[in-house]
């Protein structure tokens, strides 16, 4: 089987951790067929200096990450505005780009990510050239761009077009089955793990490697810092944690990491506080085994790879109660569950996870999933469809 992989959620020269766990899917998927990326970014003149954009005319046309050949056609786009017409430019941008791939490469498939808005490309790209499409949801995509009008209509639409829809989640498929979408055309595969990167380490060990003090309380939240994560929720939970010399360990970065910074300071907690920044996925194990407990203040998930990669390093969980979340902190030995935006109740939470004495053995058998066991899943409802 042949798949050309289509979504703009992909690693590349600038920024290796974008669409990382897309790429580990793609990655796991070339183990048993043959696949091609195509990874559209927006153009943008190298000359003009405007935020994250400036980075996109440093990616080159073609590259292979990790012995995946993937192209990075150009498309235009408006930054911050006519979000819901960025499908359309996107489509008319790289159509001649993806009529060559198909040309040369003629796949079995396309497998699309985030339905909106490579998902409504991915969808009208399929129909012209008469290819079966899946695509697959991964959350915010669904939980957050659904909420303007014609974004939903777009999304609605494409949804209803493809041959498959990927859902990381049951919670996920319900919020896509409200849109009116076929259930029987909605499978549900959960993500998986790098189960030899993500396992226990010794807590001192870890420590000793990030530079952190071995006896401190440690708090880690791992993630991007955007709205929707809610990291300014755990900022203000410190205000209301009991437990002495606590440290919070915010791994990441985002639009909102510099109101982060100043809400910290504004609430007097910024020597709690360690702003680590973006780090390599391969570091990530050692953040965590470093801590004692990973915090998942989210207001809308899919099914958190953080989450997955914390147990499986035996690390304990607080969570929101959002999304994918309950079908992984299945037991009251994995974690806490809390109500989202409620720094008082995630304070509590904290103060209580800190005070017990938790099985790490037991919390890092409670995952099992690799990334290996998610593309054959994909390949299952690839076949089970190719050979209707």
Not at 299 to 307: D, F, K, Q, Y
Not at 359 to 377: C, T
């Amino acid at each position: 089987m042949k798949i050309l992989l289509s979504t703009g959620i992909f690693p590349n020269k600038t920024d290796i951790n974008r669409g990382i766990y897309i790429f580990r899917q793609a990655a796991a998927l070339k183990n048993h067929c043959e696949v091609i990326a195509l990874a559209p970014v927006p153009f943008f003149p190298s000359f003009i200096k405007f935020r994250k954009y400036s980075a996109y005319s440093k990616i080159p046309r073609q590259d292979n990450i990790s012995g995946i050949d993937v192209a990075y056609p150009r498309y235009f786009v408006t930054p911050k505005i006519l979000r819901s017409l960025h499908g359309f430019f996107l489509l008319a941008s790289v159509f001649f780009s993806y009529r060559r791939v198909i040309k040369r490469y003629q796949p079995d498939l396309i497998l699309g990510f985030h339905a909106y808005p490579y998902g409504f490309a991915n969808v009208a790209i399929a129909r012209i050239f008469n290819l079966p499409v899946f695509i697959g949801c991964r959350g915010s995509d669904i939980n957050y761009l659904t909420k303007t009008f014609w974004r939903r209509k777009i999304i609605t639409w494409t949804l209803r077009r493809c041959e498959k829809v990927l859902s990381v989640s049951e919670s996920l498929k319900d919020e896509i089955v409200k849109l009116g979408i076929d259930e029987a055309r909605v499978a549900v595969i959960p993500n998986g793990i790098d189960l030899e990167l993500f396992a226990r380490t010794a807590k001192k060990k870890a420590r000793q490697i990030i530079g952190m003090d071995e006896e401190a309380p440690i708090c880690v939240c791992v993630g991007r810092m955007s709205p929707e994560k809610g990291v300014d929720v755990v900022v203000r939970a410190l205000e209301h944690v009991q437990t002495e010399g606590l440290r919070l360990l915010l791994v990441g970065s985002g639009s909102e990491e510099d109101r982060l910074k100043t809400l910290a300071t504004q609430l007097n907690v910024d020597e709690k506080i360690m702003f680590a920044g973006e780090k390599a996925y391969t570091e990530i194990p050692n953040w965590l085994c470093a801590s004692d407990v990973l915090v998942l203040p989210s207001r809308n998930e899919g099914h958190p790879n953080a989450v997955l990669e914390a147990l499986a390093c035996g690390v304990p969980v607080i969570a929101s109660r959002v999304g994918g979340v309950p079908e992984i902190i299945t037991s009251p030995e994995l974690g806490l569950l809390v109500d989202p935006d409620n720094p008082v109740q995630l304070a509590r939470a904290i103060d209580q996870a800190l005070a017990r004495r938790w099985d790490p053995e037991k919390i890092s058998g409670a995952v099992k999933r690799s990334w290996n066991s998610v593309a054959q899943d994909i390949l299952r409802e690839a076949s089970d469809y190719i050979e209707k």
